[in-house]
């Protein structure tokens, strides 16, 4: 089930801020050191903000899996996914033992329509060019716009 995120939903979006960071095979990085790298901690800090909005997917008891959520940020941010005042960037993340299930897509799609919903007519996000992840934004209708080192930014038109 997918629900909307709520403001005590903050900690599970940093554990999902975690998994994003630690995607590759073998990458420990903790979640104190997550968490105060500037760019990670600005899609996180002071979760809930009126323009923030998420999907949360939960198994049968009620425990969170995954989430999706997007942020507005200003040009002066430090984030990945940057490309214009008022494209918000998604950040996604499933729990490892839920992955591969269609959790994640689902989650894209529930937070494209929240955003379309919202008036918003472009999402954008960064993805590293060899996470699969890429795969599966380009199936969900977000294509390449930029590149910057290893990641790539991708947006998808609403409209
Ligand atoms: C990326 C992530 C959110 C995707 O969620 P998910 O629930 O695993 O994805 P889904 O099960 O919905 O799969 C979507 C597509 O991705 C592909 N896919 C899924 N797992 C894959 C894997 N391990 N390797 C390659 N492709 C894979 C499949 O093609 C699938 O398409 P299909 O529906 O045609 O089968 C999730 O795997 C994750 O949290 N990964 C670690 C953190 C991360 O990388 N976050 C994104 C940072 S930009």
Do not use: C, K
């Amino acid at each position: 089930m997918i629900r909307p995120a709520i403001p005590a939903d903050g900690s599970f979006l940093a554990d999902m801020v975690v998994e994003a960071a630690n995607w590759r095979a073998g990458s420990t990085r903790p979640r104190p050191t997550v968490l105060s790298d500037p760019v990670y901690r600005n899609y996180i800090a002071g979760w809930q903000r009126p323009a923030d909005h998420g999907v949360v997917a939960v198994d049968h008891d009620g425990r969170a899996v995954g989430a999706a959520w997007y942020r507005l940020f200003s040009p002066e941010a430090s984030v990945h996914g940057f490309v214009a005042s008022g494209v918000p960037e998604l950040i996604i993340g499933v729990r490892p033992l839920w992955r591969s299930q269609g959790v994640g897509r689902s989650l894209l799609r529930a937070l494209t329509d929240g955003a379309r919903a919202n008036g918003y007519a472009r999402l954008t996000l960064s993805v590293e060019r060899d996470n699969f992840a890429g795969a599966l934004y380009r199936s969900e209708g977000f294509a390449v716009v930029g590149s910057r080192g290893d990641r790539e930014t991708m947006v998808r038109s609403l409209r």
